[in-house]
């Protein structure tokens, strides 16, 4: 669901059509358009763009009142054992069926929750004597809450199980019918071949991608699957999951070392003024603490190696660790209010490194426009992007609505070296790091990306030198030394490019004194002893001179010797839930790690004897627990990380360590997915009287003004989506010869039904239009829409791929000039994926 | 660039190769004279460097050929890559074209304020240029403190140490290693605009 996989990641879906033809797998493709994926599936289900909930809701619902569900015994013991199904809710929670659609908690404006409502009945803290773990450690432990209260019964009204299973009750066959636009016998062929083939013997597997991101619920879609797959016992086990598929060589790498603004390398927050974040202390106790049963217990030590890293020996106990300089954010500031601040003036200087705004950005034309305010910008890429070339031929440009000759912004274009051309690494969509090697220098004066940043770098520490201002501490005493030993550069033209393997060794981590690396994050110290730029990556260089992403030597398995996992070659999260409560496989079939309870587990008992019993992985698989945890451990009471988990507690970086299908905290928009209408949407919501995500990020702005619900002018849905001959806003295939040709030209996928009432012919142009912007397209007018019923009345839906600018060999309009700026209000995801249009045949302005 | 249809036919040929016709033989079509003919394809030989598909996040192993000359002459699929197995798509299998173009701009490029065209400029003279702008806007709009709303429809001074007039987007297709760098000279300056494609 959630992905056109066939034409998105090729490569990557032979893996489930070898599953198909060898293992007699079922494939099964839910998604509003018939797909190259839909082609190669055994079943295709057309459900309207935006209704992912509504369809996932009712497949928990069909399967937590189904009789396999509640007869064969794994499904109990996986869900008691590993999910919160059993912990109590406090009184005070109000569900979405007694309150019209929203929660309880939501502020008297309605545009945020309060959360005290949700969270967890507990026991009393416990006592915390003095423990002697480290000056932060210390602190946290003083937070520790009592446990969660239970019922392994799942029988209490408040217990989560329960609240599931009235807030999904509504979620039918019908509704789903209703909702999503296909018959409710189609919906039941998905939901039964998902429970048929899930269970002690077989898993099965959820596979997503933008489809479910880009939406103003994306991270509520998402939690829907994975509540299923919890409830299905489908987590942590071989053949599994809940897979994302990403659509850049390092998106994972991008955001494990966020260049994001909300987040510090390896997940930790980025410290906030609107907190209480104060000091490094207050920090860590603010952003460590509610997890700090978990093994986010070791924040203080996963922080402080950080400081140590961005400041080096300037990062003391004393001034600690140098975090008075590091800056705070003040509220959002995503790609969406980023360029929203630029248009209003607020921004003057501006790097685009790879990435091309002007096509790939929401409401591209306000982006733009948004440019043409800057006093500067750099542009690195391999040719001249739309972003690049806006002040010289946009079409703002064109039209006369800008003209150069008043564009102040002063431009730099940076041509950029080839991944071919330097040493680096990529994270895969599955947490893999792979090496690349430079195979050439890059032509000219291109340069690698880190090249760039290291030089700008040296320039910048250069001109703070000197200066005795606190602003300029935090620059000044950055840990900037990055040259590469002789040998590095010896064989290449370019001598100064940065030594990609001490920018990895500062990732992995070190020993401050006699700077080895650290094999594993069970090493870093909270004292200012460890240096660790992204804990999460650690033991991708284990030790001095070996890079474990460069591993390459595959098996026909899980391959743990070709590149590295993170974290610690781990490749699928939670797998002690591959083992069941005693710690035996589930089944021959679907073993991947047990307890052996006869190995030595090379510890020690108190009185000298050797230990018995660890965990096993024949597959080389990494251990994602703690290795000689016996599985009946009971945890402790008064204690942070491990040492509060219990041998049963898989879901180790959950603070109860079970699987959330309650989320107590930690989303913005509810407990528990609901069915909403898009911020865009042709119909009344059919489920809740509430239409959209109440909390949705929403931008009343000039020039991104939104349609209302069921707007007569714009009745028409639209889903944006890509083509596999092209990649995102086309900077990496418009140029190329063969890719342009084979792809050459915009179109639009129109059903016949539509075109007939349109008067739309196959081939012809049509012009789209919304209140932010208009193209043209070539129609393609193909059977594989169609229009949908839904709740009684006819919805068309139309969709158009967003790789064409006006540069390039393939050159067309830019389909996000129809989008608006409108998001997800946990991640601030855009809603590309479905919102609403008129379309017309001709062109624009008239024209045949 | 113009390209000949003739030519287009003569490059191409020479790339999909195995990799389609592996990946069309599990969709049941007989690919058995693709093979024959794939077989036919000159390979141009070199040293193999290993290297990683530099499009989506599947990470397909390439192998980079380079001639004696040191120059790129190929970039095909690697086949002991346990993730594509010697296939590359459609975008995988024309990285070569990506790496070898006419269109690919090799020198800096320059736009003054208000200027209708580009200028040549040295790679120096730009570096420079853009630490000079890049220090020159920081330090006029850097925020020490802020008032910040505390809770109680009042606001309070935080220490914020900030700067709201840089920006900095892109980085998904960039490696993990400028990832990390550009983070940290970004959160050294105080910039707090820091974006990538993780957000599209």
Redesign the interface.
Known sequence: MGSNMAECHPVAFRWPLKARTEHDAVLMHVDPRFTRTSAACDLHVPIRAGSDIAFLGAIINHVINSKRWNEDPFFREYVVNYTNAATLVNPEYKDTEELGGVFSGLAPNGKSYANASWSYQRNPAPPKGKAGLGPFSDLLLQQVPGRPKTDPTLEDPQCVFQIIKKHFARYTPDLVGRVCGCTPEQFLKVADTMLNNSGRDKTSNITYAVGWTQHTVGVQIIRAAAMLQALLGNIGRPGGGVLALRGHATIQGSTDIATLYHSLPAYLNMPDGRKNHETLKDFILTEGGPAATSYWGNYPKFAVSYFKAQYGAAATAENDYGYNYHPRITGDHSHMPMMLDMAAGKIKGFFVMGQNPAVGGQNARLQRKALAKLDWMVVRDYFETETAAFWRNSPEVISGELKPAEIKTEVFFLPAAAVAEMEGSFTNTQRLLQQHDKAADPPGDARSDSWFTYRLGKLLKEMYRDSPLDIDWGVKNLAWDYDPEAKEVAPWRIKDEPSAYRVLKEINGYTVADQKPLPTFANLKEDGSTACGAWIYTGVIPEEGKNNAARRKPDDWISPNWGFAWPANRHIMYNRASADREGKPWSEAKKLIYWDPAADSGTKDPAGNPVKGKWVAPSGEGIDFQPTKAPGFIGKDAALGFDWLSGNDAFIMRPDGKASLFVPAGLVDGPLPTHYEPYESPVKNPVYQQQVNPVAKVWQVNGNSYHAVADPKFPIVVSTYRVTEHHLSGTMSRWLPWLAELMPELFCEISPELAAEKGIKNAEYVTIQTARGEIQARALVTRRMKPFTIDGRKVHEIGIPWHWGWQGNAAGDVANDLSAMVGDPNVSIHEGKVFTCDIRAGRKGGRI | ?K?SRRK?LK??SG?VGGGVAA?LG??GVNTAAAAAKAGKVPIKTG?Q??????????????I?T?SDA???VD?QGNP??????G??????A??F???K?E????????????????EEK??DW??????????K?RDA??N?F?E??DGKDGTVK???????????????????????????????????????????
């Open positions: 660039m390209l287009f490059v191409t790339v990946e599990l969709l040293r460097v290993p290297s990683i598909c530099p499009y989506c996040a599947v990470g397909c192993g390439q980079v380079v040191g120059e790129i970039i002991d890559s346990p993730i594509s197995q296939t590359l798509c459609p975008k995988g024309a990285t074209q990506l790496v173009n269109q690919r701009w090799t020198t800096v490029k320059y736009r003054a304020p208000g200027s209708d065209r580009w040295p790679l730009a570096m420079h240029r853009i630490a000079e702008l890049t220090k806007t709009h850097f020490e802020q910040l709303p935080k220490r914020v140490m900030n700067t709201y007039a840089l920006a900095s987007l892109g980085g998904a297709t960039m490696d993990n290693e400028w990832n990390y760098l550009h983070q940290k000279l970004m959160h050294g300056l105080g910039v707090v605009y820091l974006e990538n494609q993780a957000r599209i």
